[in-house]
């Protein structure tokens, strides 16, 4: 078994920890865990794409996944799932995406509007065995006035639909160690996304 | 605790990290590290468990001084470990070719990170295998952080038994990357040294150098004769006639794996783990029987010479393959491996990656660009903003490495260069030297301690014309990770200690000094202008947290960051809040391009700095009601 997961975002919105927390998930499975992790310059509001690989040691060797080859591209930005597109393929490829636009401030200077969801996932499409879009930041906004516990809500909704092969069990005991305050918040977050992605 | 879990256990790690758990397991006793990346995360977990376990831990103030610290603990006996990025091997290099002749007594590595593609935003793409033949050390290469842990502690082992510091070399794929890793046994930690001063080691003077020249020469020889095949190792698989080799290192080990995977190629694969000195060994005995090899690795042919050095003598007739197929610059991945195994090896993976980047392109075609920028909040974003009203963006802007090379972005456009650290100094010197320009330099605080200093002091001496130097003091060395430096006041062991203030530096070295604070645009311009109608050595130190740091710290306390909002009946959406101010937590909102936009401000990511409320001409930025 080997399972590809691109989860990609803008930098400073929780993007690694949420790498971090589905990799301790993975690896509590008893899996063998491989990917990348940029730091540095590109956590400054550039894109910033995670890999994470894991399954049997036997078929993972490169820290990335080959391109057109991913199982799973999860995007905390609608916009960087569609710059995720090189990675994807239509007949493998689902994709999770939530609805926060986090427009570039290049996008104001040289006046490029914001595309709207049916844009992005028309762009999408063509790469997409499937997609499912998550309102998770406009939930966590609601339910705890800050959107960053949409992210750990996003991973929920994978989970329970299907889309990310780890339990769910797992993955709360990786939200709840990582997670040494606002446990609570966060624990609940992700019940709230196991919720929206059983709907 | 995470790195320091008991042997044989089995932990996701960060390559750094696992360089981090090497260098406790082989019971290293000193750490000096000026942080870099991509190599930050060696020193930032060996700070982290520096109170758990007994090695002495510092950041020093700049590679020079931690190597030269490294190597005094490595001399009286205690190991020693200094990691850093490429270019802090530039800085070291003064110390480390000397020490090299000298040699040292206990095991000491020096730990690098290239970074081909320049993930870090490196001003080169720097080969560092290149040191090894330079300044006469050797070097180990893992692929992945299984190898990168293991290593770490082989390389202290070998630099002990040779005394000779050894180079462990990784590149951003290899620190950066995760692997499922497996703990071994952490040896005692050795902090107590004495230094015995033995002449033989450090007489380098007349035919002294000359002896220690051949005394180097004779251990790497050595060190090729005892090693040269013991660490390297050819994998052979599969039944086929072997008339084709692979000859690999560092990370392209594991892309090569996994595209023979994926290609079923069965091939010979030689498995270079020290790659320099080169065990001509080791390579003879692999090319002799072979018709062809592919050689894989990132950035210069630094083994495909080697190879085709010695095929000459052992097999003449050997196709050597490596940059006629693969690229010299950028970072290798499945994608650039894969054509080339193709190539050599007639296999098709049915995937055109060409083809399928283009129809990528395509899709993305269009969208808002996202470049690397100022965070909300961000001190230097106001003090740019200030030197942009009062000197404009047309002058000449002397640019140096930090957070504040951001600045190098629209709508600043503020950093006509980016050299090495403190190199804002003596290039604009040059400059003023030879023409009339108007100039100001920046300059960050880390990066004033690390090697602006020296610039300044030659500022002071030998131009009676300096112009307004700017230092964008934001208390932290923030860009690799916000590590503690001398101005901070704290060590890399968390004590706390008297900060340097750089003001008095500057104002001892003879400069007129001024402080502002970095979120009042008043006091800024007010001192900026002052400067700028005066003459001679001035310096202008720029105060203001990095806003992510006193994020963390409130939300730590339990203290609110009050956020602003735009009124909107007082907008009258002039832009400049997004336009000439540009930070990413304003919202310019259009539905259709050429419409009429909406101003907001996006509390999720607002970090209340309040200096938009400061530059806003309507005073339409308000702190939100009720914060």
């Known amino acids: 078994m080997k399972f590809d997961l691109l989860l990609t975002g803008v930098g400073g919105e929780g993007v690694l920890t949420t790498g971090v927390m589905i990799t301790k998930a993975a690896h509590e499975e008893g899996k063998y865990v491989r990917g990348v992790q940029l730091h540095g310059l590109s956590q400054r509001g550039g894109t910033i794409p995670t890999y994470i690989r894991f399954g049997d040691k036997e078929g993972i060797h490169s820290p990335a996944p080959m391109k057109a080859d991913v199982d799973l591209v999860m995007s905390f930005e609608p916009i960087e799932a569609v710059r995720a597109t090189e990675y994807a393929r239509k007949d493998k490829t689902n994709f999770v995406l939530n609805t926060y636009p986090y427009m570039p401030i290049y996008g104001n200077l040289e006046n490029v509007p914001y595309p709207d969801m049916d844009e992005i996932k028309k762009r999408i499409e063509p790469f997409a065995k499937d997609i499912k879009v998550f309102k998770t930041d406009k939930r966590a906004k609601k339910e705890f006035g800050d959107i960053i516990y949409g992210n750990v809500m996003l991973v929920g909704a994978a989970v329970s639909s299907g889309e990310l092969p780890l339990d769910k069990d797992t993955v709360r005991s990786a939200v709840e160690s990582m997670a040494p305050r606002n446990v609570e918040e966060n624990l609940k977050a992700f019940a709230l996304g196991l919720e929206m992605g059983r709907e | ?627």
């Open chain 2, 1 to 627: 605790m995470r790195c320091l879990e008991e042997a044989g256990e089995k932990v996701p790690m960060l390559g750094n990290e696992a360089i981090a758990r090497g260098a406790i397991e082989a019971g290293v006793g000193l750490v000096a590290s000026y942080p870099g990346t991509p190599s930050s995360e060696v020193p930032m977990t060996l700070s982290r468990l520096s109170d758990k376990l007994d090695y002495y831990f510092e950041y020093s103030s700049n590679e020079k001084v931690a190597f030269e610290t490294a190597a005094g603990a490595a001399w009286s006996g205690v190991r020693s470990i200094v990691p850093m990025k490429h270019f802090g091997l530039n800085v070291a290099a003064d110390s480390v070719s000397p020490v090299a002749y000298s040699g040292v007594k206990a095991g000491m590595v020096i730990m690098v990170a290239d970074d081909p593609k320049g993930w870090s935003s490196a001003q080169s793409e720097q080969d560092t295998r290149y040191y090894g033949e330079m300044c006469r050390l050797p070097i180990i290469e893992p692929a992945n952080p299984q190898e990168a842990r293991e290593l770490t502690e082989k390389a202290f082992d070998l630099s002990e038994e040779f005394e000779l510091p050894f180079i462990l070399r990784t590149t951003t794929k290899i620190s950066h990357s995760v692997e499922t890793v497996e703990l071994g046994e952490r040896k005692d930690i050795e902090t107590e040294g004495y230094f015995e001063g033995e002449e033989e080691m450090f007489d380098n003077v007349g035919p002294g150098l000359q002896r220690q020249h051949r005394k180097v020469d004779r251990k790497l020889e050595e060190i090729e004769e005892k090693y040269g095949e013991k660490l390297n190792r050819v994998e052979k698989s599969g039944t086929e006639k072997d008339e084709i080799g692979i000859i690999v290192s560092g990370v392209s080990y594991d892309y090569v794996k996994e595209a023979m995977q994926k290609l079923d190629i069965n091939a010979p694969l030689a498995k270079l783990v020290m790659t320099y000195p080169i065990s001509k060994k080791f390579i003879s005995n692999f090319i002799e029987d072979k018709e062809e090899v592919l050689v894989v690795e990132e950035l210069q042919p630094f083994v495909e010479k080697e190879v085709q050095r010695i095929a000459k003598d052992t097999n003449p007739e050997l196709k050597i393959h490596g940059k006629d197929l693969l690229p010299k610059d950028g970072e290798y991945n499945l994608e650039v491996i894969i054509p080339a195994l193709e190539e050599v090896f007639d296999k098709d993976i049915g995937i055109d990656f060409e083809e399928h980047e283009e129809k990528a392109k395509d899709a993305m075609e269009g969208l808002p660009p996202r470049k690397p920028v100022f965070c909300p909040g961000c001190p230097h974003r106001s003090t740019f903003y200030a030197l942009k009203k009062i000197y404009g963006k047309n002058i000449m802007y002397g640019g140096d490495v930090g957070c504040y090379a951001l600045g190098t972005f629209e709508p600043y456009d503020m950093q006509d260069f980016l050299i090495s650290m403190g190199a804002s100094l003596g290039l604009t010197h040059g400059v003023k030297k030879v023409s009339d320009q108007d100039v100001v330099v920046t300059v960050g605080d880390s990066t004033f301690f690390h090697n602006g200093m020296p610039g300044l002091a030659n500022y002071a001496y030998n131009d009676g014309e300096a112009p307004l130097i700017v230092v964008f003091d934001n208390r932290w060395t923030a860009m690799t990770g916000h590590q503690p430096h001398p101005g901070t006041g704290k060590t890399g062991m968390g004590e706390d200690v008297t900060p340097l203030k750089i003001e008095d530096i500057a104002e001892a070295m003879g400069a007129e000094v001024e402080i502002a604070n970095s979120f009042s645009q008043e006091e800024l311009e007010e001192k900026i202008k002052e400067l700028k109608q005066k003459d001679g050595l001035r310096v202008l130190v720029s105060k203001g947290e990095c806003r992510l740091v006193t994020k963390r710290r409130k939300k730590r306390e339990g203290k609110p960051i009050v956020k602003f909002q735009v009124e909107q009946d007082k907008c009258t959406k002039c832009g400049i809040c997004t336009e000439e101010f540009a930070c990413p937590a304003i919202k310019e909102e259009r539905k259709q391009k050429g419409e009429e936009p909406k101003y907001t401000i996006d509390p999720d990511i607002c970090l209340g700095c309040s200096v938009c409320s400061q530059v806003c001409p309507q005073g339409a930025i308000k702190p939100r009601k009720g914060e």
